[in-house]
């Protein structure tokens, strides 16, 4: 194992994760393999336990270890990939790759959105907008937080229970006739606030992505508007970029 | 503007956050708007001046708002957007938006790196990789680091006067024959470490998006393998997928 320098810029608790995960990189230490001890670092750096806490956390929270109560912490198993391109929702994605995918709705309601989303829809100013709130799961596993934002003249008659039942780019596309054709998203990195972690069951300060979609038809009018947040310590997100 | 809700899991500064996002898409507060005081939201949701701080200064971090020493906070005009689609560097991206884009230089060496490493760039663990540091700057203003690995065999003869001086997909392609085709990248957030707040010049515990990408040419052939942190209070990442 390298050693951390103290008199480098760089904090110690930085310095060891890096340098653990190098062990991971260099297969110095395998998935599944349980890694030194707190203790064991703290005498191998001459390092604060504190300081070798906070490089662990932080490895937990990214998902490059896990821990087992009164067993240790372990190196975690690769991350499945989400692929990004394309536009297949994740969920398609998730389940070409064997998992199962669970939606529950939260929320299904009438309400009044900022200026900034009734212009993204394309409603009046003060109209309301249909909002459905949404909790995905991965193999019983909570992964994503959705709200999704949609004109209600576009979709008449649209009620929760059809929503609960099939996905919304099919209801989208056969029933009222919407084809996807391609969508923008903003990705931005966030702090997960206290309901998002006890939704994922994480602790200390994990960080999320958060996905802003938009999704047009081939004549570039708005389906959808949908603000997601990922949990990143399960699953990478990769993106495939062609000229 | 609305009023936090003090029995709510979500905690105040969250909420506080939440509103001034709400009152600037709203368009209640616009480009270079000075935002109440600390003093105002204290008194009006009679909550604390470091509740205020937290939400004013991580609204800051992510560029939503801005400071001027002994002025105030200001709303901060729209982010520009990257578009991550299509295999432009940022770099290409930026200039075709009138930005004027620097590179400098920092390390330029031949390295060990690590097996995940030499096994994506395709050389044997333990023989040493070329290893390019870089600092990226948008009209003088830093916005990423950027570190490069590619294999020595691949590249003989290249130095660092010339990576001084040209784009590194202008080298591979112009130089070398290798014309990069198609991209895969993982997006991660991290917490920037006290080297990249400094680089950046930031206070307090900004994120930035952390980008690792794989550049392949038609055939499959591995031409780079890329690290970079960008910071996210300047610009958007949006990326354009279609079907």
Known sequence: ???VQKQSRIPIYAQLQEIITEMIDNEELQAHDSIPTEHEFCAFHDISRMTVRTAIMTLVNEGVLYREQGKGTF?????PNYQLSGLKGLTAVMEELGYDVQTKIQSFAHVVCSKKIAHIIGIPVGQKAIRIQRLRFVDKEAYALETVWIDPEQYPN???STVEATSLYDIFRDTYGLIPAYTRQI???VRLNDVEKEFFALMDEPLGLMF???????DDKVIEYTKSVYRVDKHQFEMYLQI
Chains 1, 2 share one sequence.
């Open 187 to 189: 990705v931005t990195p």
């Open 1 to 3: 194992m390298r050693r």
């Open 212 to 218: 802003e979609r938009t999704t047009y038809t081939e």
């Open 75 to 79: 190196v975690a198993p690769k991350k």
């Open 158 to 160: 649209l009620t929760e």
